[in-house]
């Protein structure tokens, strides 16, 4: 232990009753000399001034704060920064190109990521993604909503949902429309999840759908609201040159006209019904007229007016008149013939059992005239 203090002009000596003397000189230290303090426990205190510490190694020290705007550098590209082995928090940093390999939030806390100051991404305590919104509803919810596809009325949403078979289900801006695509153990399927039709378009143009509410697949134009079962075709026919595609269905009724094939008025009828069905370019139609008053009739020939469609320019076809009675000629068969491009048909008939057919003439009606027949003819 030192006993007495010598104060030099360039040093300080430590001596006492130990043998030697310990001298601190402010000249420079030279070679590899080390100064040791006696003992384990004591303090080496520096000036109170700031220094700069340079080519020199610390062995395991403890740094509790760093305070300086300048650089920290390795000395080579391949030295290692290594932190302490406990979990720490870095705040206020920015990381440049970094390489993370994980995040992780706390026990019972959600993971959130943010872009521009607000939430993009946040991942639940269930493991639940959602993006733009912090309430994941799903595997997957995708949107500024917040309610789970079913339930509530929230809009513009995509999820991606982990139930019992994976679904992927969008709703749209108000809310109320949920269409829905998922796969089960033997089909896949695309629906709508709520009472809504299902619409298909290519060329952003809608070309069919199936209505709510009924099965009722809608073909681009046909009724929206169709009840019951089957296809829908659209009002006006979009044919088909392809001999092998259906183009058009439809079932309706019609009024058929006894009169002339000039001019006709003044009629009346008792029984005037008729109905037809077209499938592609063939319709097929009944009727049953019968007069109760004849009215006027001119014309070279009798005929039935009133078809539903006017007959080809190659329909060439003729069908039955089944039942005549009351006519002003005795007739032993009746029929009627399409008419190319008009919507009537000539009435025609045979008074004999080897007379040939001719065409009926307005004389052979009379004011009550019964015809019932039925033909098959193209458009």
Not at 16 to 35: D, E, H, Y
Not at 318 to 342: E, H, L, P, R, W
């Amino acid at each position: 232990m030192a006993t007495t203090v010598t104060l030099k002009p360039n040093a300080i000596d430590l001596s006492g009753s130990t043998s030697g003397t310990t001298t601190l000189q402010a000249t420079a230290v030279a070679g590899t000399t080390t100064i040791t303090l006696p003992a384990a426990t004591d303090t080496l205190v520096g000036k109170a001034t700031t220094d700069t510490l340079t080519n020199k190694t610390l062995t395991t020290p403890v740094i509790s704060t760093i305070s300086n705007t300048g650089t920290l550098t390795l000395p080579t590209s391949t030295d290692t920064l290594v932190g302490r082995a406990t979990t720490d928090t870095l705040t206020n940093k920015t990381l440049t190109t970094p390489v993370i390999s994980s995040l992780s939030s706390a026990s019972a806390t959600a993971l959130t990521l943010q872009s521009a100051g607000t939430t993009a991404i946040t991942v639940d305590t269930s493991q639940n993604v959602a993006v733009g919104n912090t309430s994941p509803q799903a595997k997957l919810s995708v949107g500024a909503g917040t309610t789970a596809p079913g339930f509530g009325t929230a809009s513009k949403m995509l999820y991606v949902c982990d139930t019992t078979q994976p679904e992927v289900l969008i709703r749209e801006t108000s809310g109320s429309v949920v269409t829905s695509m998922y796969s089960d153990a033997s089909t896949g399927n695309l629906r709508t999840a709520t009472n809504h039709p299902l619409v298909l378009q290519t060329n952003n143009t809608e070309r069919m759908r199936i209505n709510a509410g009924a099965p009722i697949l809608c073909l681009a134009g046909g009724s929206t609201t169709a009840t019951g079962t089957g296809i829908a075709f659209p009002a006006t026919q979009s044919a088909s040159s392809d001999a092998n595609t259906l183009d058009d269905y439809e079932e309706g009724t019609w009024s058929p006209v006894i009169g002339g094939s000039t001019s006709t008025s003044g009629q009346s009828y008792s029984i005037q019904v008729g109905r037809y069905t077209k499938i592609g370019r063939q319709v097929n139609i009944s009727f049953q007229a019968t007069l109760s008053n004849k009215g006027t009739m001119t014309g070279t020939y009798a005929v039935i007016q009133g078809l539903p469609f006017s007959a080809g320019t190659d329909s060439q076809t003729a069908g039955n008149i089944c039942v005549y009675n009351n006519m002003n000629t005795g007739f032993t068969f009746m029929g009627f013939q399409a008419s190319s491009s008009n919507s009537f048909a000539y009435l025609t008939g045979s008074t004999g059992a080897n007379a040939n057919t001719s065409f009926l003439a307005p004389a052979d009606i009379n004011s009550s005239t019964q015809l019932i027949g039925s033909m098959t003819y193209f458009v």
